[in-house]
């Protein structure tokens, strides 16, 4: 996962780019860089942020870095990146994935057009590439949106302004006092003085500089395909994404949930942060207490679910998150998580800092229905095997399966016993899912605008 965010001001943008950009903290645990422009478009500032916080390794840096237009982001690899092309100088930063890079790659290696990296190609680089074929910016992107596999937003930085290309996790347009910015979460734009001005649709360009949207290139309305995950876990709480709050979708989640449940508990909690939101709209349909025995330790941890292995996910998820063992003692309790992925933090969550205090009943609901299907368009699931909800489908099959139609099927026996496998997996005393028709209509859009491809495997 990943965040970017841009802005052109008619000031010295560095400080609100630094802060604009660390709004984005919680999508990734890699990499922070930033890029401004000052007539010329200065060296990127690019740091590692996997063992320090982003503020910490940019607060002296982002003072000396002077523009009025710049582009931040954190991401899993190194940017952003600067390139001198036949279009002119830019820079450029992005977020999503590309699955067909490697082809991509052969097709510019037989054009006998190298790359920088020697071991792993940078998808910033690829797309840079693919955006220099063309004649302008604008039909560069359109090659780019034309030519990869996958979903890729991006910000360019020129000498002229900024272009802002969005996908299925989209960008959105803010607008202040002294210019425009650009960003993935909203939530960069309260503290900033940013209104939300425009919510670009997937496969939409617009062009802006600090005194308004100058351009914006035409959007197939049939391609409005946006990620449901990022109001179930990937947004932060203060985001909205197509004007819906993520906060206030999660806790609808939690009373969607409620709904097809009649468990007895003494109170409900939630798997801090995400699943919190979801456990109060359960306890607030249920009327059942809601109570907080784990607390998230938030300083220098960020989220589990992102690293790119997974004894460092297992290390954070350790780590993070404290119980309270005197509120567990002789209870029958709820707990709402917002997915269930792998599988493995959760099962150590109960092992290791619920069970051993003495509950009576341990019944989990996850706010989402069971992921099936690796994401296709974002550094998250990036296997199969990784899914606990595939793990379990191979135990009853005793092979890998292609037709998952039985396993979609929330009515189905063998739905049930996937199910069943997975609660003994993580040890709980019962597990219960979210149909996916009640997590569309919590979400509050059209089906077909949601890209549900974890879900069902349609993109």
Same mark, same amino acid.
């Given at each position: 996962?990943?965040? @970017?965010?841009?802005?052109?001001?008619?000031?010295?943008?560095?400080?609100?780019?630094?802060?604009?950009?660390?709004?984005?903290?919680?999508?990734?645990?890699?990499?922070?860089?930033?890029?401004?422009?000052?007539?010329?478009?200065?060296?990127?500032?690019?740091?590692?942020?996997?063992?320090?916080?982003?503020?910490?390794?940019?607060?002296?840096?982002? $003072?000396?870095?002077?523009?009025?237009?710049?582009?931040?982001?954190?991401?899993?690899?190194?940017?952003?990146?600067? @390139?001198?092309?036949?279009?002119?100088?830019?820079?450029?930063?992005?977020?999503?994935?590309?699955?067909?890079?490697?082809?991509?790659?052969?097709?510019?290696?037989?054009?006998?057009?190298?790359?920088?990296?020697?071991?792993?190609?940078?998808?910033?680089?690829?797309?840079?590439?693919?955006?220099?074929?063309?004649?302008?910016?604008?039909?560069?992107?359109?090659?780019?949106?034309?030519?990869?596999?996958?979903?890729?937003?991006?910000?360019?930085?020129?000498?002229?302004?900024?272009?802002?290309?969005?996908?299925?996790?989209?960008?959105?347009?803010?607008?202040?006092?002294?210019?425009?910015?650009?960003?993935?979460?909203?939530?960069?734009?309260?503290?900033?003085?940013?209104?939300?001005?425009?919510?670009?649709?997937?496969?939409?360009?617009?062009?802006?500089?600090?005194?308004?949207?100058?351009?914006?290139?035409?959007?197939?309305?049939?391609?409005?395909?946006?990620?449901?995950?990022?109001?179930?876990?990937?947004?932060?709480?203060?985001?909205?994404?197509?004007?819906?709050?993520?906060?206030?979708?999660?806790?609808?989640?939690?009373?969607?949930?409620?709904?097809?449940?009649?468990?007895?508990?003494?109170?409900?909690?939630?798997?801090?942060?995400?699943?919190?939101?979801?456990?109060?709209?359960?306890?607030?349909?249920?009327? @059942?207490?809601?109570?907080?025995?784990?607390?998230?330790?938030?300083?220098?941890?960020?989220?589990?679910? $992102?690293?790119?292995?997974?004894?460092?996910?297992?290390?954070?998820?350790?780590?993070?998150?404290?119980?309270?063992?005197?509120?567990?003692?002789?209870?029958?309790?709820?707990?709402?998580?917002?997915?269930?992925?792998?599988?493995?933090?959760?099962?150590?969550?109960?092992?290791?800092?619920?069970?051993?205090?003495?509950?009576?009943?341990?019944?989990?609901?996850?706010?989402?229905?069971?992921?099936?299907?690796?994401?296709?368009?974002?550094?998250?699931?990036?296997?199969?095997?990784?899914?606990?909800?595939?793990?379990?489908?191979?135990?009853?099959?005793?092979?890998?399966?292609?037709?998952?139609?039985?396993?979609?099927?929330?009515?189905?026996?063998?739905?049930?016993?996937?199910?069943?496998?997975?609660?003994?997996?993580?040890?709980?005393?019962?597990?219960?899912?979210?149909?996916?028709?009640?997590?569309?209509?919590?979400?509050?859009?059209?089906?077909?605008?949601?890209?549900?491809?974890?879900?069902?495997?349609?993109?």
């Amino acid at each position: 996962m990943g965040g @970017i965010f841009g802005l052109a001001l008619k000031k010295n943008c560095s400080e609100k780019l630094f802060y604009g950009t660390d709004y984005h903290s919680h999508l990734a645990t890699e990499f922070g860089g930033l890029a401004v422009s000052n007539e010329r478009i200065q060296d990127p500032r690019i740091h590692n942020i996997r063992n320090s916080q982003f503020k910490s390794r940019f607060f002296d840096e982002h $003072i000396k870095m002077v523009g009025n237009r710049g582009i931040g982001v954190i991401s899993h690899e190194r940017q952003p990146l600067k @390139i001198i092309s036949h279009l002119g100088e830019f820079a450029i930063c992005t977020n999503g994935l590309i699955n067909n890079s490697d082809e991509l790659v052969n097709y510019f290696l037989q054009k006998k057009i190298s790359f920088s990296e020697n071991d792993k190609i940078n998808q910033t680089e690829l797309v840079g590439k693919l955006i220099c074929e063309e004649t302008t910016y604008v039909k560069g992107l359109e090659n780019m949106f034309d030519k990869i596999n996958g979903s890729i937003s991006v910000l360019l930085l020129t000498n002229e302004g900024l272009y802002a290309a969005s996908d299925r996790f989209p960008l959105v347009i803010g607008k202040g006092e002294n210019g425009l910015a650009v960003t993935s979460e909203t939530a960069a734009f309260p503290n900033l003085d940013f209104k939300i001005l425009k919510y670009l649709q997937p496969k939409e360009i617009v062009f802006f500089d600090e005194n308004e949207i100058k351009s914006r290139a035409n959007v197939d309305s049939n391609l409005k395909k946006i990620c449901a995950f990022l109001w179930i876990y990937t947004g932060f709480p203060t985001s909205n994404f197509e004007n819906i709050n993520v906060e206030i979708a999660r806790e609808m989640c939690g009373k969607c949930l409620a709904k097809n449940d009649n468990v007895n508990a003494d109170f409900v909690t939630g798997v801090p942060d995400s699943g919190i939101a979801h456990a109060i709209g359960y306890a607030a349909a249920t009327n @059942i207490p809601f109570r907080r025995p784990l607390q998230k330790y938030t300083p220098g941890w960020g989220r589990s679910y $992102i690293p790119p292995n997974q004894n460092e996910r297992d290390l954070i998820a350790h780590y993070k998150i404290i119980p309270i063992p005197e509120m567990f003692n002789n209870m029958e309790i709820v707990i709402v998580e917002d997915s269930i992925v792998r599988g493995t933090q959760l099962k150590k969550l109960l092992k290791e800092k619920v069970r051993p205090y003495g509950p009576k009943s341990i019944h989990i609901r996850s706010a989402c229905p069971p992921l099936i299907f690796p994401c296709k368009f974002n550094v998250s699931t990036r296997t199969k095997s990784e899914l606990a909800a595939r793990e379990a489908i191979k135990r009853i099959e005793g092979k890998d399966i292609k037709c998952m139609s039985k396993y979609l099927n929330e009515n189905s026996g063998k739905y049930k016993k996937m199910v069943d496998l997975i609660r003994q997996k993580i040890g709980a005393t019962s597990l219960q899912y979210q149909k996916l028709e009640d997590m569309i209509s919590a979400i509050g859009l059209p089906k077909e605008d949601l890209c549900l491809h974890c879900w069902t495997g349609k993109d």
